[in-house]
């Protein structure tokens, strides 16, 4: 089962400032955002780190832009699923 949508919200921030970004995290009505700039150059070491940080999320990505440069966020359900199958019928019920 997948830890608390909290637990890791605080893993990918964690992970993130262990390997030396600035994590920024949004809280919104379904999910959190969490995200950080990438500088330019970043070691190949630190894309790895980057990105299992990021891969903790239900969904995540890279966007650039001209004026603020790269930014890589991840986002968390605020449901899991496990609780969102069992809300709609499906999923082990206990």
Known sequence: MCPHPEVRVDAIAARLSGA???PRVTAHQTHAH???EVPDPL???SWR???AALAIGDGWGVSIDSK???LA???VKRETPAVVGATRGRGRQL
């Open 43 to 45: 070691p190949p070491e």
């Open 73 to 75: 966020w991840a986002a």
């Open 34 to 36: 969490i995200d950080t």
């Open 49 to 51: 780190e980057l990105f």
């Open 20 to 22: 030396g970004f600035t």
């Open 68 to 70: 603020s440069g790269r």
